[in-house]
């Protein structure tokens, strides 16, 4: 899925240039009609910015407290302060450390990209493709040089 404002690809020269590319995404992308949640992947070896990436989504969304990624935890969901474009709660999944994708079923997967007020980000979400909801938007990070190239798939 290719959004308007977003080339295919760009390349960021920081930690905030990425959570800005992130921020202004997110706003683009909550406007999007759909019939479930909001799903975006994120891909990239270890330390490419997917992360960064998810901080700045939260930024654009509202939210104030540090983002971190929920290696140990799976998931953790964090409600909006205010509700944009009938998104109130972001789930933000890692499955970094998981082995089955019936890890992720028991954490109500199912019912989660189901609801369409919910804004399902993943990070590490290539380890388990069969489970990508229809339209889910993938993005993929690597390194390059010092700087970080954010794909747009």
């Not at 799903?39 to 992360?51: D, F, N, Q, R, S």
């Not at 019936?102 to 980000?121: F, G, P």
Request: hydrophobic fraction near 40%; glycine fraction near 6%; charge should be positive.
């Amino acid at each position: 899925m290719r959004f308007e404002i977003f080339a295919m690809e760009y390349i960021s020269n920081s930690p905030l240039e990425t959570q800005k590319i992130a921020a202004r995404f997110i706003i683009d992308a909550i406007k999007r009609p759909r019939s479930g949640a909001l799903c975006v992947g994120l891909e990239g070896e270890l330390g490419a910015g997917k992360t960064t990436f998810t901080q700045g989504i939260a930024k654009g969304l509202g939210i104030t407290r540090i983002v971190q990624s929920p290696t140990f935890i799976i998931m953790r969901p964090l409600v909006l302060p205010k509700t944009l474009h009938g998104i109130s709660t972001f789930y933000h999944f890692d499955w970094y450390r998981l082995s089955s994708p019936s890890d992720i079923k028991i954490l109500e997967w199912d019912e989660i990209i189901s609801n369409t007020s919910h804004l399902v980000l993943v990070e590490w979400a290539d380890k388990f493709p069969s489970l990508y909801p229809e339209g889910m938007i993938q993005i993929y990070f690597s390194i390059k040089d010092s700087a970080r190239k954010i794909s747009f798939l």
